[in-house]
């Protein structure tokens, strides 16, 4: 293998091209075996194995400087950095995470995972190096899909301005992660139609040099085209048009399906997997059902179709009531808020790690203006996430914004009610966090009025009481459970309520209850056992607040997690029993 | 006047343009007057009055929808939709807000005040139009400051692909609030040179139809241009250059002097006006001094430095060392946040309303990667501002970010020990609440090591513990001083650390305390004060937390406010004394 023979970047430059081609089918294997195994991001690595092997030949890392964004893309950069023991050996694949992280090599600069970011990067790492009148190349790589983010386009604005080096190379695939929107991405395809040599140029009409790549899957090609930019002391723009899912028929064939994949993905592509009922196919079926009676329904997504299952069938189905804006999430909170305000019916679907995007359009564009929208958070929640795609920030980031209603249903009848009430009732903005964990059915229609903060006291008792909030309400039923078996009759509540404090309940509560334990799937820092300790200890209730520390936790297992965070049952009812011996209880 | 014959846009189409011509001279001489008076925008409403008469002239509003950015620039359009008494009545002249305001006409459609957010609401109440089956036109008016947003940016990629009716007008006056930076004012320029026909188009290559009209303040050549483009179905951008300022010579040639003013700003200008100490120049002698001992020394804000009082000299004296983004403060995080990985020493300045648009960056570019930067936040408290420019939710905002040690501190001394650990000695990021308050001087150096959460215990009692924080430790002393009055021996701490618990000073508190009052200038969900709660009321301690509610208020006297939320030393002993009844101190 000629893999055998490299250990780090500076080991290619003995190879010639040939050898280098063969390199390239090497690391393509390794690629798709791994992720095929362990799953993650399939086609954005396959279609830039070559560029990598150009980008390392053609520039001295690690003086030389690469800025991945996203870093979906790094897996043949870990293996050309010291790393390929990762992709070969089945025991160490999961040793290295799947984005760059300098905790694992100097080839690495920044800890990264979320989207449009490598450019702004590199400008700092470029005017860092000019300050300090260093003298070396500094790269971004950056994906089509992700050029439309507003960090990136702020940032390809003031790059261009820079005065010095700092090459951004444009990996075009043609796609996000489905199919690419906006007028930009017209300019795109015109520049590779004509070779880089369109009439129109959105680069140079920032000011940047501009290079055109048509093969940016010839190692060949690729190399030539980054010496002449090397150590260019310009602004400049390198566009490689390169195939996602490359080499691997299948991925090329089904581009979206391929971007990101669960382990055995090849062998499950094309089956039909039935899946009990649950809150994605729920959602679904209420949108088209909405959008059906309604030509004002219409559901927002900022790129990322598949976190809801809103696949192509349903994208059909909805046609002009399907908008997704690219990755582009602070458009798509103002367009979605003045959406609502002009009389239309929009939902706007978000995974929680994405919503971090938007505060201040949260904030001013659809909180300050009060539109009655509707925001579907997904998959909040304590997980064993990297670092960079924690879900357990969105309830401290979303409550603590005015006349915003965030609400967190514990079952199908209570979602079913949330959604009809957010989209047909009422008149401000309304979040609803989608549960992240398996359905639940009471079997009775929920009727409660979402307007006003009202929790559901479930059983009555006093002493303690016990607040499950969303995904944790099982957790306080368990927690209640156990209190009775011990021979207590604590109060059990599910608040549904994130943002608002039914204050009516706890002062009832606070009369005839010591301790108040709070549960929330979230960081305490900002959320909701916080607000309700807030109250509380105003009058001198004792309350235990459980959910995770503020902290980023990077890839640790769920149970760890639970243990440190003492999110269990057997956990909480020692606090609870440490608790009550102190005060007679 | 014809002023006189003019009560709504309606009004306008019975006027020739010889009239419309004296229109806007009085209109002129209206806002001069009041601005000069009351304070406030005064060179960008001076460049729009022919534009906007146009607009209002062209355009049937309010069925048409015109949709300002930031709306700063609405006073014209406030006087010609029925509220010209509160230009013309002195006794009027604080009757309407200084932006678009929908409680307060049918022709406002969107609160706003922040930047950069028209461009994606217009998208929005097009898309609605056109799901609805409507018919008129979605106009958004823009400056060229405002372009270098990363909301904006995202909202014109959009916009361009939107498919049906949207009309953006640039107003290009060739400035933000200071100078532009960025690659895209490069093109502006070139366009304005060629009369808008130069090789280079940013909105062109985006897919957008393109006009520009050189006589931006002519009413005639405006409206000729405007009835090209009413009724178009294509995503169109009419590109208007026009004089910020226009007809105060005094505003013509100082044009970042007169963007805002204070009261009386016209007889002001040029005078010197001597300041006791404060912490702004402060900060500035910091920065000379560190600048000039370290080329690696580096400040970065994103185009408001008068907020900073970063004037022209200072500017003149950093050279390179001072950076101005542009509108850009998602790209101002991640560009501050890789000078500091990249081994330089930068500063980031920021209004406290202005970084609730960097959540994620100080999230995933900042806090994820650890990287040593400073913030410095100006501005951070309870105000009577606008509702649109709120410096409340700072504290919120970035105390609930993991690894951001924010700072809060009280005096002269403290702030230059908070800013020397900061950028000599931190290895994580820290952001600095500069004092929005008077300046205080203890005479003591102080020698605190920053990097651990450590509250200053002033004076040890018991019973009671006063934690006043950052602005309202001076509010803290008072209470403190009433109880000691009272014959009470309480316990007054300056915390200094928002994000941070020093939980072996609130075990000590714990032990002996049975009230804890907490006194923060912000909100209070998810700030200081709730973060203390949820920790003591593990143990039963009573925590009254003091700091506004969560609300948009909208230019409410601070006096008022404090009342409203009891922040005031003798309603803070009622309630010291009504909660002593219950404990028995």
């Not at 390198?238 to 391929?258: D, M």
């Not at 564009?365 to 879900?391: E, F, K, Q, R």
Request: hydrophobic content about 35%; proline content about 3%.
């Amino acid at each position: 293998m000629v893999l055998d023979k490299i250990n780090f970047p500076s080991d290619l430059k003995a190879l010639n091209f040939d050898e280098m081609k063969t390199l390239a089918s090497e690391i393509r294997e390794l690629i798709i075996k791994k992720v095929d195994t362990t799953g993650g991001h399939m086609g954005p690595n396959l279609g830039i194995v070559e560029a990598t092997i150009a980008m390392h030949y053609v520039f001295n890392t690690p003086k030389d400087k690469i800025i991945f964004d996203v870093s979906h893309q790094s897996y043949p950069h870990k293996i050309l950095t010291g790393r390929k023991e990762g992709f070969i050996n089945p025991e160490m694949y999961f040793k290295y995470t799947g984005y760059t992280a300098p905790e694992e090599s100097e080839y690495d600069l920044f800890k990264v995972g979320h989207t449009s970011t490598s450019v702004s990067l590199a400008v700092g790492v470029a005017k860092a190096r000019d300050l300090k009148n260093e003298n070396y190349n500094v790269i971004a790589l950056i994906g089509d899909g992700s050029l439309s983010g507003g960090e990136a386009l702020e940032g390809l604005d003031y790059a261009a301005s820079l005065g010095s080096n700092i090459i951004i190379i444009v990996n075009d695939n043609d796609m996000s992660i489905a199919e690419n929107y906006g007028g930009l991405y017209g300019n795109l395809k015109e520049l590779r139609e004509h070779k880089g040599k369109s009439e129109n140029n959105f680069f140079k009409a920032l000011g940047f040099e501009y290079f055109y790549i048509d093969e940016g899957n010839d190692v060949e090609k690729l190399i030539e085209g980054f010496k002449k930019v090397k150590d260019t002391n310009k602004p400049t723009i390198v566009h490689i048009k390169t195939q996602k899912g490359k080499g691997l028929k299948l991925a090329e064939e089904n581009r979206e399906y391929f971007h990101w994949i669960l382990p055995n993905g090849i062998e499950d592509f094309g089956k039909n997997v039935s899946m009990p009922e649950n809150y994605t196919d729920l959602t679904k079926e209420y949108i088209l059902n909405e959008a059906k009676n309604d030509p004002s329904f219409v559901v927002v997504n900022a790129a990322t179709p598949g976190v809801f299952g809103f696949d192509k069938e349903f994208r059909n189905k909805l046609k002009g009531q399907y908008v997704d804006v690219g990755i582009a999430e602070e458009h798509a909170i103002a367009m979605t808020s003045a959406l609502a305000k002009n009389g239309a019916r929009p939902i706007f679907a978000v995974m929680s790690s994405f919503i971090q995007r938007t505060y201040d359009q949260l904030s001013q564009d659809l909180a300050l203006n009060n539109s009655p929208a509707t925001i579907l958070v997904y998959w909040g929640g304590i997980s064993n996430a990297d670092a960079t795609h924690l879900c357990s920030f969105d309830m401290s980031l979303i409550s603590n914004i005015p006349n915003i209603n965030y609400l967190a249903p514990t079952n199908k009848e209570e979602y079913l009610a949330m959604l009809d009430y957010a989209t047909k009732k009422s008149t401000t903005p309304t979040v609803i966090r989608v549960p992240a964990i398996s359905l639940e059915k009471t079997g009775m229609t929920d009727k409660t009025d979402y307007s006003k903060a009202k929790y559901n006291v479930v059983f009555e008792g006093k002493d303690i009481a016990i607040l499950g909030l969303g995904n944790f309400y099982k957790l306080g039923v368990e927690v209640y459970n156990e209190l009775k078996n011990k021979g207590l009759n604590p109060t059990l509540i599910n608040p549904k309520f994130i943002s608002k404090l039914d204050f009516e309940t706890l002062d009832k509560i606070k009369d005839n209850h010591k301790i108040v334990i709070t549960l929330e799937d979230g960081i305490l820092d900002g959320g909701f056992g916080q607000k309700v300790a807030g109250y509380l200890a105003k009058f001198g209730v004792k309350v235990l607040n459980y959910g995770a520390l503020k902290e980023f936790t990077d890839r640790i297992p769920l149970d760890e997690l639970y243990t440190k965070y003492r999110l269990k049952k057997e956990l909480i009812i020692e606090d609870v029993i440490n608790s009550m011996n102190l005060v007679n209880v």
